[in-house]
């Protein structure tokens, strides 16, 4: 896989339930395949946002937010580049307790 750094602000495409429209925040770690993350919604302004962190390999995402709360839950997703840049970000939402999972996409903005 061609290093690339996904560190950047991205948007969902939709809103996804009742959060509106998510953003996304990676920041990577330095020399690493290792992110940061921070989510937050549209409807929830008044709400900090969620942290997490995650990995890429490749082309393939996995954030896990809420690390050491006992109802964290993951977001997965295939990257799209092209030419060098990030496209999209195409998953959905893993909650372990749940069977449901919510689908997202997000964009660079």
Do not use: N
Request: proline share 3%.
């Amino acid at each position: 896989m061609p290093w690339f750094d996904l560190t950047g602000r991205y948007a969902s495409t939709t809103e996804i339930g009742a959060l509106g429209i998510l953003t996304l925040e990676l920041e990577r770690y330095e020399d690493t395949a290792y992110f940061s993350a921070a989510l937050s919604g549209s409807a929830a302004a008044e709400l900090e946002p969620v942290h997490g962190a995650g990995t890429l390999g490749d082309y393939h995402l996995i954030l896990d937010f809420d690390i050491g709360v006992r109802s964290d839950y993951y977001f997965e997703g295939d990257v799209t580049v092209t030419e060098g840049r990030v496209e999209s970000i195409d998953g959905q939402f893993v909650f372990p307790d749940q069977e449901e999972m919510l689908a997202a996409t997000f964009i660079a903005f």
